[in-house]
């Protein structure tokens, strides 16, 4: 799937509420730091996961699923196997008439579901992460691709 660049900064620029389902209490998960670095970004990040609901995460509680999300979400961005997307997906157009992006991170896809967002209205991103996206366009990417902050010399 191809996105411009143009796209994925807008996407990216009118977020302020994203729901991450799958999020994980393990800090070496991807789902566990890209949560933390939206938050670090200033976006109010909600924690899904139903193992860990009612347990504290970057200071918020954990929510079981998108219909326990008080008030409405900008994105829902989707940690989990592409078979379960879509029932999140389901949910999430149910419970937010407003949201704007179901964002599906690498390795997840679901044509059907995404179609049936995008008849709704919804941008839709398929196999790709946030965070990586976001230091790419915003000048943040380093080694490896992590924004280390500290610039080695020795290459």
Not at 31 to 36: D, G, I, L, M, T
Not at 46 to 51: D, L, T
């Given at each position: ?7 994925l ?51 918020k ?23 379960a ?71």
């Open positions: 799937m191809h996105y411009s660049d143009d796209h900064r807008n996407v990216l620029t009118r977020l302020k509420r994203v729901a991450v389902v799958g999020v994980s209490m393990n800090p070496v998960r991807a789902s566990y730091f890209v949560a933390r670095y939206l938050g670090l970004r200033g976006i109010d990040v909600v924690p899904v996961n139903p193992r860990h609901k009612g347990e504290t995460l970057f200071g509680t954990i929510v079981g699923s998108l219909s326990e999300i008080e008030g409405p979400v900008d994105m829902v961005d989707i940690f989990r196997r592409s078979e997307v879509p029932e999140i997906v389901d949910e999430a157009l149910e419970v937010f008439p407003d949201l704007q992006t179901i964002w599906m991170q690498i390795g997840v896809t679901h044509a059907e579901a995404a179609a049936k967002a995008e008849a709704r209205g919804v941008t839709v991103i398929q196999d790709r992460c946030p965070k990586i996206e976001y230091q790419r366009l915003f000048g943040e990417l380093r080694m490896g691709g992590f924004a280390t902050g500290v610039i080695s010399s020795k290459l």
